[in-house]
């Protein structure tokens, strides 16, 4: 089971292995004890860069969750044979991809394994043989999806076990409380991880006058109960019903651990409706 806030790992590229150690030992400290990948993260270095910090401290691995995607191609140096940015869904790429992260990460097994992206060219059959075959293999335990919309998710589900839809969901984005996303959640017991959901950081930086009204809102809320700005996004993800759990994009472990704290925290009713106001610029019909 994944822990209700992830740590997200796209951004510690610049880190050496001990550092990275350092962090991955204050999340689980906190207790936040997934950890969020894709093979394509810091052009294709930061699973390696993770498993080199594993490899300092191998009792972590058994303390931890690892979560990766796979099925971008990126253009990039890292992977000459690229020639355009494409996805990639077929059992050839799948398996390569899982067996290159299991070699980086230094771990016998992934938690999770998700698509990164809808695959226009995606054979739902070859996915799903890939992924069962995975599974009996030891490769891999759960499977997910990253960016799926309802129907996309409906599809693929007449095949495999979806455990996870990976989605841009902050104050900011709020498409998944009305598309059907979150709907499908709570019916199937898919857990919704929000990436972004601060807003890509534009909740802080934003200077426009329905952006500075949120802010000013959420400073309110928060002092109810005493949270900083961040920790009352967060408090807002947790408080919904079909289990959004955050994933973090910091690099520094204070704000790991700042995080953490929010984790037994809900909102009140009309606190939550309050911050879903002043994102949206009026109240619900």
């Known amino acids: 089971m994944i822990s209700k806030i992830v740590t997200g790992v796209w951004n510690w590229g610049a880190h050496t292995p001990q550092q990275i150690n350092e962090l991955i030992q204050r999340s689980i400290d906190a207790g936040i004890t997934t950890f969020d990948h894709a093979d394509i993260y810091g052009g294709y270095t930061i699973e390696k860069l993770f498993g080199d910090a594993l490899s300092l401290t191998p009792s972590l691995k058994d303390k931890l969750q690892i979560v990766t995607k796979c099925g971008i191609k990126l253009v990039h140096p890292n992977r000459p044979n690229h020639a355009i ?75 495999v076990d979806i455990k996870i839809n990976q989605i841009e969901i902050s104050p900011l984005k709020t498409d998944a409380l009305y598309d059907g996303s979150l709907d499908q959640c709570q019916q199937c017991g898919i857990t919704p991880m929000a990436w972004s959901p601060l807003g890509n950081g534009k909740i802080f930086t934003g200077q426009d006058e329905k952006t500075l009204h949120l802010k000013n809102t959420l400073a309110q809320v928060g002092e109810k109960y005493n949270l900083a700005l961040d920790q009352t996004i967060f408090a807002w993800h947790l408080t919904h019903p079909a289990g959004i759990t955050p994933v973090l994009g910091t690099t520094k472990a204070e704000r790991i651990e700042t995080a953490a704290k929010v984790m037994s925290i809900k909102l009140e009713n009309e606190d939550w409706f309050r911050i879903l106001e002043a994102a949206e610029g009026n109240e619900v019909p």
Do not use: A, C
């Not at 996805?87 to 899982?98: C, E, F, L, P, R």
């Not at 992924?131 to 589900?157: A, D, T």
């Open 85 to 159: 940015k494409s996805y990639d869904t077929s059992k050839q790429h799948i398996v390569t991809s899982v067996e290159t992260s299991l070699k980086n990460l230094q771990v016998d097994t992934l938690d999770y394994l998700l698509i990164h992206r809808p695959d226009p060219l995606m054979n739902i059959d070859e996915v799903s043989e890939t992924i069962e075959g995975l599974k009996k293999e030891g490769k891999i335990k759960e499977f997910g999806v990253s960016n799926f919309l309802p129907h996309q998710v409906e599809m693929l589900k007449s095949r």
